[in-house]
């Protein structure tokens, strides 16, 4: 009884070095031996891609995961980090109604021709950009001054002013829910955000 079973012991072992390398073989062939640098990229979102995250989940945005790209676009560019994120609210209800092509902006967009972009990323850095090349630079520099070149509609700076103000309204609130969730008054929290989300 006793060969038997180092019989199946010895047996099962090769059995079992010969699937694992076979198995080890079969993976290696659908790994790509360089993965390019945009497609994996991990880092902590920042406090302020925390609160842009939360702000476009309110609104179920598909940008909400771009959050911490509008930051880095907004200081790589010197933009009010509110700006772009108020822009694509006016253009696209954040993202949710696009000619294709992940542009939120209305960036080039007359009549039937759009600018396409082949990620949310790239949109947000092409068009953070040129709000700095051909807005700010050239004194545009807020929703009003920008509104006589980049939207037919007179409402357009009202709207995107609105936005930015009610980003800085969410951004003070998120910050009272969650430095009270530090002291330890957990249960306060569902009721505060329940008053976030209902506005």
């Known amino acids: 009884m006793s060969?038997?079973?180092?019989?199946l012991i010895f047996f099962f072992i090769i059995l079992t070095s010969l699937f694992q390398g076979t198995k080890s073989e079969a993976l290696a062939s659908y790994i790509p031996e360089t993965?390019?640098?945009?497609?994996i990229s991990s880092k902590k979102?920042?406090?302020?891609a925390e609160i842009l995250s939360a702000y476009l989940a309110k609104f179920d945005s598909p940008m909400q995961y771009s959050a911490q790209d509008f930051i880095d676009a907004a200081k790589e560019y010197d933009l009010d980090w509110k700006m772009l994120p108020a822009i694509a609210?006016?253009?696209s209800t954040f993202g949710k109604f696009i000619?294709?092509?992940?542009?939120a902006y209305g960036w080039g967009v007359y009549g039937t021709q759009a600018i396409y972009?082949?990620?949310w990323r790239e949109g947000i850095f092409t068009v953070a950009k040129g709000l700095r090349e051909n807005y700010l630079n050239k004194g545009l520099t807020d929703p009003y001054s920008i509104n006589r070149i980049y939207a037919a509609s007179p409402r357009w700076g009202d709207n995107?002013?609105?936005f930015m103000n009610d980003l800085e309204k969410f951004t003070s609130e998120y910050s009272v829910v969650t430095e009270t969730a530090q002291v330890g008054f957990?249960?306060?929290i569902a009721a505060i955000s329940g008053q976030l989300t209902s506005n």
Do not use: C, M, R, W
Request: aromatic residues 10%.
């Open 186 to 188: 957990a249960p306060n």
């Open 45 to 48: 979102l920042d406090k302020k």
């Open 160 to 162: 995107v002013t609105h």
């Open 3 to 7: 060969k038997k079973i180092t019989f």
């Open 117 to 119: 972009f082949t990620s």
């Open 89 to 91: 609210g006016v253009e």
């Open 99 to 103: 000619p294709g092509g992940y542009n």
């Open 35 to 39: 993965i390019p640098d945009e497609q």
